[in-house]
């Protein structure tokens, strides 16, 4: 039943059709028996001792009929299950899509980027494979076994009966090989992603690979994949095969049994030769549409496996959707007595800020105190396991996602550009800006000039993740892309560190036009930049360790004045000592 309900969830709003498929594949199965009962009638017709030729002539064109609109119901039949079968898979990439973007990250990093790729594309492409062809086999030898069930037992109910029993003693080879597969197919689908995760890692981490002379031990661990997934596939076809050989020698076993069946009651004169006739050709005919879907039926069984998978993505709780919403009144941001932990790892502890509208705040703190977290948890990427986030007083959880979204530009450490050119990874910040919108943001950003000596300047493409840019020039790219979004909240997260003493020049000067009229909140481990500003907060041990100006923590017995000490020490330090 849960079989039935998976493939119904995953039809979504297909289901109308999918019924009329349903009902095309019934009528064939009918058109099928039918044939079946005309033949009956010939063959009666033909035994008798003075057949009527004009009868037979008609039975064969109507025979013809039924032929030719098998076909015709057929071919239809098949096309609209095939153009089904792609719209679900299409319909379903773009509701898995969507639903992964509106999960909050803490739900979406539980697994590896793997698993999601791998559901997006090979338990897709699963369904597309199997819907398309078991269903429609399955179905037809269900219907057609039932039609022609009818149909022999209107004719010997006896004969029919035993028939019946023949087939149900395959049952129970179905129902061992169904949870076999449903075991091994499991085990197959977790393997088969393993690998593409494996494989995966291996081509992104390639340089780290090399410079550490990891290749081996990585080599060691794909060939270990493959080879797991090699048994795994060879389990999945050997194990259920027995079974399903078995059940095709007890098809031919109840056959058997009827034949025996049917002559006795020959001999005694309770079944007539036609019937007799009818029953070992369309007997024996009988066990076709059952083997085809013992076979068709196993694979949709490996298939729900997939489903279920994709189920599961569906299934996990996204972020609400709020309907509508005010505009807000101003961009200050309250943590109240919030509280967060990765896993159960507690990270905060009932933490109160307050980051003024319109002004800068810096976070300070060692490093792994959870400042990154901050910024992630006003960016909604997590939730907040208690206490309260809100923007002009308003619970962030209550603002659309949208809306909060729009309020808000980010620049990390690592900037993440798509693998298109360098226009359209800027354009991304403001979707409907003009050509002109754009270069004015790059100017400001600092990075016009280096685009224009480009080959191809805006058009050149910057490659997977932006690996043909420097780090310099992409990290002014996404300053680029906050000058264009032009959001009220900018949320900086060290964004000169990993920069050479020219680059952090020129970024630090877009991002001090960047800062302007805005709400700004920044980490910064360069304490000595930081004079001037009046809220710091420090992060020590789960909580707000001090507060206050540059000139007051400097001066004040504290981590801040600690940080301050030992960077100013770190200065002297030479690499070759003099
Ligand atoms: N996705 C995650 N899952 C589990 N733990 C995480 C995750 N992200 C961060 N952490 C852990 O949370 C802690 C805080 O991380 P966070 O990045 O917020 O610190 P930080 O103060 O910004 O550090 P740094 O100054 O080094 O950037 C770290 O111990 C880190 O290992």
Known sequence: MSFIKNILFIIGNFKQEFYKVVAFHMIHSF???????????????????????????????????????????????????????????????????????????????????SYYSSCLLQDIRIFENFFSHSIPSTITGIFSVFFILLFLAFLDYRLAFVLTLGILCIVPFIYFANLIVVYFGKKHIEAK????????????????????????????????????????????????????????????????????????????????????????????????????????????????????????????????????????????????????????????KEINLTFPSNDISV????????????????????????????????????????????????????????????????????????????????????????????????????????TKLSGGEKQRISIARAFLKDAPILLLDEPTSSLDSINEYFVQESIYKLTKNKTVIMIAHKLKMLKGIKNIYVINDKKIAQKGSFELLSKSDGLFKDMLAYQEKSLTWQVIKS
């Open 363 to 466: 976070l300070v703190g060692l490093s792994g105190e959870g400042k990154t977290t901050i910024l992630s948890l006003i960016a909604r990427f997590w939730e907040v396991k208690s206490g309260e986030i809100k923007l002009a007083g308003v619970n962030i959880k209550d603002i659309p996602i949208e809306e909060l979204y729009l309020n808000i530009s980010q620049v990390f450490q690592d900037v993440y550009l798509f693998d298109d050119t360098i226009y359209n990874n800027i354009q991304i910040a403001k979707i409907n800006a003009s050509k002109n919108q754009i270069i004015e943001a790059c100017k400001k950003a600092n990075c016009l000039e280096f685009i224009e000596k480009l080959e191809n300047g805006f058009d050149t493409k910057v490659g997977e993740g932006g």
């Open 193 to 348: 992603e393993e690998m593409s995760k494996q494989f995966l890692e291996y081509c992104e981490g390639m340089k780290y690979l090399k410079s550490f002379n990891y290749i081996d031990k990585k080599y060691k661990l794909l060939e270990k994949v493959l080879y797991d997934f090699k048994l795994k596939s060879f389990k999945l076809e050997m194990f259920p095969g027995p079974l399903i050989l078995l059940s095709f020698v007890f098809c031919e076993l109840g056959f058997l049994f009827m034949v025996f069946y049917a002559l006795n009651y020959f001999n005694d004169n309770s079944l007539n030769l036609t019937f007799l006739v009818a029953f070992l050709i369309i007997g024996y005919r009988l066990f076709e549409p059952i083997k085809v879907f013992l076979v068709d039926f196993l694979e949709l069984k490996y298939m729900n496996n997939a489903i279920i998978r994709i189920k599961e993505i569906l299934e996990l709780k996204t972020i609400k959707r709020i309907p509508s919403f005010k505009k807000l009144k101003n961009s200050e941001i309250k943590f109240e007595n919030v509280s967060f932990s990765y896993d159960n790892k507690e990270l905060l």
């Open 31 to 113: 058109l099928i028996s039918s044939s079946s009962g005309v033949l009956v009638a010939i063959l009666w017709e033909l035994l008798k001792k003075e057949p009527n030729r004009v009868f037979v002539y008609s039975l064969v064109g109507l025979l013809t009929f039924f032929l030719l609109l098998q076909l015709f119901i057929s071919k239809i039949t098949y096309k609209r299950g095939s153009k089904l079968t792609y719209s679900i898979s299409k319909e379903l990439r773009m509701r898995l899509g969507t639903h992964i973007y509106e999960l909050p990250l803490g739900i979406l990093n539980k697994k590896h980027s």
